[in-house]
């Protein structure tokens, strides 16, 4: 069964804004971390941004000033903002989701930002 779904991907300009969503389904429990990873031809699934369920950001470097994580826990909803899209944004971005101790993944939404 689907566990999550993601949406709001696509191809830009750069300088564009692109904005991504990722619900859960109820059958994750005890949501306490939802997130944003993404992973680039020939690179390493890395890490973009969390939010815990009380609201607790991180946002990683490359992301800071340009991407904004939020979240909507009776949605079971993460979003992701990301402004001032370059082509080295670029990626498959994956939604990440813990429940209690296990982590879920989504399939995965591709960014494409155009020079």
């Known amino acids: 069964q689907v566990q999550l779904v993601e949406s709001g991907g696509g191809l830009v300009q750069a300088g564009g804004s692109l904005r991504l969503s990722c619900a859960a389904s109820?059958?994750?429990?005890?949501?306490?971390?939802m997130g944003w990873y993404r992973q680039a031809p020939g690179k390493q699934r890395e890490k973009v941004a969390t939010?815990?369920?009380?609201?607790?950001?991180n946002v990683v470097d490359f992301a800071k000033g340009r991407f904004t994580i939020s979240g909507d826990n009776a949605k079971n909803t993460v979003y992701l903002q990301m402004n001032s899209l370059q082509p080295e944004d670029t990626a498959v971005y994956y939604c990440?989701?813990?429940?209690?101790?296990?982590?879920?993944w989504g399939r995965g939404t591709q960014v494409t930002v155009s020079s």
């Open positions: 939010i815990t369920s009380t609201g607790t950001t």
């Open positions: 990440y989701v813990r429940g209690g101790i296990y982590p879920f």
């Open positions: 109820a059958t994750i429990f005890s949501i306490n971390v």
